[in-house]
Structures are given as C-alpha cells and as structure tokens.
Nanobody, 123 residues
Framework: VQLQASGGGLVQTGGSLRLSCAAS????????LAWFRQAPGKEREFVAA???????NYAESVKGRFTISRDNTKSTLYLQMNSLKPEDTAVYYC??????????????????WGQGTQVTVSS
C-alpha cells in the first residue's frame, strides 16, 4: 500500500488549498482515512477523518473551514481547506487504517501514511 499526498503550498491568510492523497494497493473503499498535521516542534495532530459509512469527524480548530472527502472510484482522499490561518501552517499527512474505527484520532491507530505535504499560510 502506498499513499501519495500532494497539493500543499504557500497561501495568504484567508486563502484556500485542496490537498489530495492518492492510494494504491489494498481495499480503499473499506478504509478509515484521515488527515493529520505537524507543525515544527509540535506533535502530530488530528485534522479530519472519513469513514466508509459516509460519516466524518473534524478537529474543533478546523470545523467549518475544512472539508474531508473521498472518491472511492479514484482511490483518492481530499482535504478542502478554506479560510486558512497562519496557525494552519504545518506538514499535512494522509493516513489509512485497514478497517473501520470511529473516532480514530490518534496516529498509532493508522496503518499507512503518506509522505506529507507542506502547507504554509502567510499573515
């Protein structure tokens, strides 16, 4: 299984970015999928999760601004990020878990990881 994240970049405060995570191998349709982020000097933190049931979860800090979605036909996970703030600056990682686990907010609950994509929000 491989996860390839892309779409990061430099954006001004209030701007938008869309991250993508293309998966290969495994049964994408049944996976629990998530985005995490890690800022310099900080621990990796949960951003959003998508479950094959159609439900999702968000961290309070991004609720209402970020939207997680998945395209099972393309084995691709997305994160639409709007109204970006400087505190959103981090390396963003996509992650996958082979089976369903609701409220999977901890990195060790995931089996596979993408390589990360840098998001920088300037003030």
């Amino acid at each position: 299984v491989q996860l390839q994240a892309s779409g990061g970049g430099l954006v001004q405060t209030g701007g938008s970015l869309r991250l993508s995570c293309a998966a290969s191998g495994g049964d994408f349709n049944s996976w629990t999928l998530a985005w995490f982020r890690q800022a310099p000097g900080k621990e990796r933190e949960f951003v959003a999760a998508s479950y094959f049931t159609g439900s999702d979860n968000y961290a309070e800090s991004v609720k209402g601004r970020f939207t997680i979605s998945r395209d099972n036909t393309k084995s691709t996970l997305y994160l639409q990020m709007n109204s970006l703030k400087p505190e959103d600056t981090a390396v963003y990682y996509c992650a996958a878990r082979r089976n369903l686990l609701f409220m999977a907010f901890i990195p060790r609950q995931y089996d596979y990881w993408g390589q990360g994509t840098q998001v920088t929000v300037s003030s």
